[in-house]
């Protein structure tokens, strides 16, 4: 029977997995929750790939005490040797004999054999508490092992007669200093930054996570060792970059999206072949390739062009606008290309998720209707 008191519990496991948004990827975030006799005796959450889970420091905190507890995790209990050994196991030995899970785990090394191995050792298992929350907290991760596509997050910043730069180009600033702030936290949680070469010749781009950039209340929390630089991928299709911009003095990795095998010769940067058969970059290949390279999440930054693509192909997940209270006028750069569209029942339909002013602008989130 699930009661006030499992969903009450669940939550505080789901806040302490959100404390590992910034640290996980390619692994999910994951919290955990020691309960007896209506006390909390031991909590933790995933904080790295290749250091424990998030049931080990909570058991570890609980020590003897677990004998006859409860244990709140929002995510199935791994039954898998991976980097780290099984939870379930963990959980059995230490003598829980009750486990409330949020939702399965879709890893197929996993995928009901956590909450299986813990019901023949005898325990209780209840699934489904607050799922719709722990769902929510690991999009990237879940839709790559379901789909092995990464989610994908397209944001624009726009003014309000929707345009992003004027006819030059120039595009410093349309939005306030808040919603760059947290564009940068966005960038921070992302497992990589998708954009183009035009973008990054044209803005001469640096694309990375500059912490003191991200809004304070993050800064109290994370020390700058715990934000990582997600990867930067530019599509290049006509091998147009030359090694001298921005982003290969930047920290972190740089993959070029090519269709030839020429390499820039610059420190951590990468060659990702796309060899489909046109000439253009497959963006649908090139998110199942991010995916195999466990690349759960794309947050993308660019121009009208891949904008409108990844519209018009239905690839993107989360539509993120910002919107800021300027006119740019009709000689301005428009919001997105989209060349194929002819006719008005054809438009691509979003449907808005949250509408919230953030500074001077509105930030606007969408989903594909
Ligand atoms: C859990 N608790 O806190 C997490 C789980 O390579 P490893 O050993 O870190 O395993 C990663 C996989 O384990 C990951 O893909 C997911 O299926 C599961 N994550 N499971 O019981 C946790 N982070
Ligand atoms: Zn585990």
Not at 127 to 152: D, S
Not at 160 to 165: M, N, Q, R, V
Not at 233 to 251: K, P, Y
Request: aromatic residues 6%; charged residues 20%; hydrophobic residues 40%.
């Amino acid at each position: 029977m699930i009661s006030d008191k499992d969903q009450f519990y669940m939550q505080q496991a789901i806040e302490l997995a959100k404390l590992g948004r910034f640290t996980t990827p390619p692994n999910p975030n994951v919290g955990c929750v020691i309960v007896k006799d209506d006390h909390i005796i031991g909590e933790g959450y995933h904080q790295k790939a290749g250091e424990p889970h998030a049931e080990v420091y909570a058991l570890i905190m609980a020590g003897n005490k677990a004998q006859g507890a409860t244990a709140y995790v929002t995510l199935e209990p791994c039954s898998h040797f991976g980097r780290t050994p099984p939870c379930a196991d963990a959980l059995i030995k230490a003598g829980i004999t009750r486990v409330v899970v949020a939702m399965q785990d879709p890893n197929p090394s996993v995928a009901g054999n956590g909450i299986k191995r813990l019901r023949d050792a005898g325990i209780e298992v209840i699934v489904g508490v607050l799922y719709e929350q722990a769902e929510a907290i690991n999009k990237g991760f879940l839709k790559c092992m379901r789909t092995g596509i990464p989610y994908v997050q397209l944001k624009l910043a726009s003014s309000l007669d929707g345009k992003i730069a004027m006819a030059s180009g120039e595009s410093k600033w349309i939005t306030s200093s808040t919603a760059r702030q947290d564009v940068q936290q966005y960038r921070a949680q992302a497992s990589c930054i998708l954009s183009t070469r035009a973008t990054v010749q044209a803005d001469n781009a640096s694309l990375t996570v500059r912490y003191n950039e991200l809004p304070n209340e993050i800064r109290k929390i994370y020390p700058p060792e715990n934000i990582r630089q997600p990867v930067r991928v530019i599509i290049d299709s006509q091998n147009r970059l030359t090694g001298d911009e921005n982003i290969f003095s930047q920290l972190g990795e740089t993959w070029i999206v090519r269709k030839q095998n020429i390499p820039i010769i610059k420190p951590n940067t990468k060659l990702i072949i796309e060899s489909s058969d046109q000439n253009y970059i497959d963006l649908v290949e090139l998110l199942k390739e991010l995916g195999k390279n466990q690349i759960n999440s794309v947050w993308v930054e660019a121009g009208a062009h891949l904008a409108g693509a990844l519209i018009e192909q239905d690839l993107v997940d989360e539509l993120i606008i910002y919107y800021a209270p300027k006119l740019l006028g009709h000689n301005a750069k428009d919001l997105c290309v989209l060349p194929n569209l002819k006719k008005l029942s054809l438009a691509p339909q979003f449907q808005f998720e949250s509408v919230k002013a953030i500074g001077d602008d509105l930030k606007i989130i969408l989903k594909r209707k």
